[in-house]
């Protein structure tokens, strides 16, 4: 495979995921996926093929007004006769239950939202096409979702941050024998996140043909394989120089000869790899917040709309598709701008 870009590579894998989940599944569901393909990336449609597996898992566990044994048993009638009820009680099965295993299992609202959206769609479709005699979910209220307040970090700690991933400051004496190994390709990684706000994904998938030093710009495929170029700055400029002048001597494994970002294995670093990385170096920098590569992204969009207030540029870089969900994420920004603005106005003289 590679002769597929890293993109190419993970919608390919996620489309054969599909296939092994909908291949134990009646018919109709493999014409529901066939039937969205168009308007859903590969990636949407595995989300929606796990949660309607777990839903399917749900009805063989507990509809009694038919014989199901089994996925294969779940008709389209005994979809039909499935009400609202129903599915409420599948929504509160979800806040706690025990899965195939026997572990307990809880969802907040957001996953469990999450997984009756993946119904409606599947249900939306059939009751489209006439293949079920109603839609059930529509009768649902879909959970409310209360907004937690954005976690990301200031310039001290942002700074604090970059100074323990660049030397090291207080690590252990087992992670400095990693880090001496890998602190170039870390800053590279951390810095250049922290001044473009790049999701992890884009930042996994960069190769080495994707960046322009020169013009400080990076090639990036955004969600829904939609192409970008974003700018970084100066500072991750000289970063990914040092970097880059290691990367060219390394020999890396078939299949990731042309990544930016390798592993000690000499493979494409992963998702995972870089989530730990940020874990290991933030609970050092800064052990009060809870920092993901997501907030490294939330640190960047909040730095640049200090700075900017241009909230249809932030929304750009960031690659946003609806400029509302930028607005709502740094809503609490336009607060402490009005805040800071409170004595920009002088009614009166200071008196002497």
């Known amino acids: 495979m ?25 018919r109709y569901v493999t014409t529901f996926f066939r039937g969205i393909s168009q308007t859903h990336s590969p990636r949407t449609r595995l989300m929606y093929a796990r949660e309607i597996q777990h839903f399917f898992d749900y009805i063989v566990e507990s509809y009694t007004d038919a014989p199901v044994t089994g996925y294969m048993d779940i008709s389209l009638d005994v979809l039909s006769s499935i009400d609202h009820e129903f599915i409420e009680d599948y929504l509160y099965h979800l806040q706690n239950y025990r899965d195939k295993s026997g572990v307990q299992r809880r969802n907040n609202d957001k996953t469990i939202k999450r997984k009756l959206c993946a119904i409606s769609v599947l249900y939306k479709y059939l009751y489209k096409h006439e293949m079920v005699t109603g839609n059930p979910v529509s009768k649902v209220d879909m959970p409310k979702i209360h907004e937690k307040a954005i976690v990301r970090m200031d310039a001290a700690e942002t700074a604090n941050f970059l100074d323990t991933v660049e030397f090291g400051n207080n690590l252990s004496a087992r992670q400095m024998k990693f880090h001496e190994k890998t602190k170039e390709r870390d800053l590279a990684i951390m810095t250049l996140m922290l001044s473009t706000g790049i999701r992890i994904s884009e930042c996994v998938g960069l190769d080495l043909t994707d960046v322009d030093i020169e013009n400080t710009s990076l090639r990036v495929i955004r969600k829904g394989g939609k192409e970008a170029v974003v700018y970084f700055s100066d500072e991750a400029a000289d ?16 299949g990731s000869e042309h990544a930016l970002f390798l592993s000690e294995q000499r493979k494409r670093l992963g998702v995972r790899s870089i989530q730990n990385l940020v874990k290991k170096y933030a ?31 932030v929304a750009d870089v960031l690659g946003h598709n609806d400029v509302n969900t930028t607005r709502k994420h740094y809503a609490d920004m336009d607060d402490y701008k009005k805040r800071q603005s409170r004595n920009v106005v002088k009614l009166r003289e200071d008196s002497k």
């Open 239 to 254: 970063a990914l120089r040092v970097y880059l002048a290691k990367r060219k001597k390394i020999d890396a494994e078939p």
């Open 283 to 313: 609970r050092i920098a800064v052990p009060l917040k809870k920092i993901t590569p997501h907030k490294l992204r939330s640190t960047f969009g909040t730095a640049l709309y200090n700075e900017t207030s241009d909230i249809y540029l």
């Open 2 to 26: 590679a002769e597929y870009s890293y993109h190419d590579q993970v919608e390919m894998q996620s489309l054969t995921y599909v296939d092994q989940i909908t291949s134990q599944m009646p």
